[in-house]
T-cell receptor
C-alpha cells in the first residue's frame, strides 16, 4: 500500500462546469501522475509532476490543467467539463526508482 | 515512445503455468520492460520489471530474449484471482518514468 487516496471517488457533473480531482499521497514521493482510462483505449497519461510546482504534459493533456503546491497533493482540473472527459481517472506515484503505484480511481461522468 | 505488441486475449486453466508474450522490436538501450496488471474495477498493479536478465519475484517471472526484442511474463500456477488485463510497457527512466500503456492481454482463468 503506497498510501494513495483519490477524491472524490465518484462524481457526476454537468457540461461546462469546473471540476477538480485530488490525489493525495503520504510517502513524499517525487513523481506523481494522472491517467485516464476509457473503454478500448487502455490508460493514457494526462499530466505528470516531478516535484512541487514542476509539471509536464502527457499524451492527452488538452482540456486539463494540474497543480502541485505541496509534495503530497496533485490536483487535476477540468476548467470546463465536456462529455468527452467522462472517464475513470487514476493517480499514480513512483515509489523507489521503478514501480508505479496507482490509486483506486475516480469515476467522472459529465452529462 | 517504443511500442509493444501483445495478444488481445488468452485463456488458461487454473493451477497451470501461463506464458504471456510481448513483442517490442523497437526497444532502445535505456528502456526497461515493465509488466502491470489490472484486475476488474481496480487500478493497475505493478508485477515485475527487467532490463536484460531474467527476473523472478513472488508474483511472476520475466524472461527477456537475448536481443531484447521480446519478453514473456510467466505465471507459474494461475489462480482465478490472476484473471486480469496484463500490460507490457517499455519505460525510459530518463523521461520522468512515464508509462505508455497499450491495449494489454486479457487473461481469463478457467477452474
Amino acid at each position: 500500500d503506497a498510501g494513495i487516496t483519490q477524491s472524490p471517488r465518484h462524481k457526476v457533473t454537468e457540461t461546462g462546469t469546473p471540476v477538480t480531482l485530488r490525489c493525495h499521497q503520504t510517502e513524499n514521493h517525487r513523481y506523481m501522475y494522472w491517467y485516464r482510462q476509457d473503454p478500448g483505449h487502455g490508460l493514457r497519461l494526462i499530466h505528470y509532476s516531478y516535484g512541487v510546482k514542476d509539471t509536464d504534459k502527457g499524451e492527452v493533456s488538452d482540456g486539463y490543467s494540474v497543480s502541485r503546491s505541496k509534495t503530497e497533493d496533485f490536483l487535476l482540473t477540468l476548467e470546463s467539463a465536456t462529455s468527452s472527459q467522462t472517464s475513470v481517472y487514476f493517480c499514480a506515484i513512483t515509489e523507489g526508482r521503478y514501480e508505479q503505484y496507482f490509486g483506486p480511481g475516480t469515476r467522472l461522468t459529465v452529462t | 515512445d517504443a511500442k509493444t505488441t501483445q495478444p488481445n486475449s488468452m485463456e488458461s486453466n487454473e493451477e497451470e503455468p501461463v506464458h504471456l508474450p510481448c513483442n517490442h522490436s523497437t526497444i532502445s538501450g535505456t528502456d526497461y520492460i515493465h509488466w502491470y496488471r489490472q484486475l476488474p474495477s481496480q487500478g493497475p498493479e505493478y508485477v515485475i520489471h527487467g532490463l536484460t536478465s531474467n527476473v523472478n519475484n513472488r508474483m511472476a517471472s520475466l524472461a527477456i530474449a537475448e536481443d531484447r526484442k521480446s519478453s514473456t511474463l510467466i505465471l507459474h500456477r494461475a489462480t482465478l484471482r490472476d484473471a486480469a488485463v496484463y500490460y507490457c510497457i517499455l519505460r525510459d527512466n530518463n523521461q520522468g518514468g512515464k508509462l505508455i500503456f497499450g491495449q494489454g492481454t486479457e487473461l481469463s482463468v478457467k477452474p
